[in-house]
């Protein structure tokens, strides 16, 4: 976060959770983009 936050980059998650997260916590964020795909399982891409 504090790395895309200086570099002005945004964050990429299908992690519904994490906008709240970030939100709640008052974290400083350049923005986040939430992907909701089809079929998407963790297991996938661990």
Excluded: W
């Excluded at 994490?18 to 963790?42: D, H, Q, W």
């Amino acid at each position: 976060m504090k790395i895309a936050c200086t570099e002005e980059r945004f964050i990429v998650t299908h992690d519904s959770y994490f906008g709240t997260l970030v939100s709640n916590e008052g974290v400083p964020c350049y923005g986040i983009i939430y992907m909701r795909l089809k079929k998407l399982r963790a297991i996938q891409y661990n």
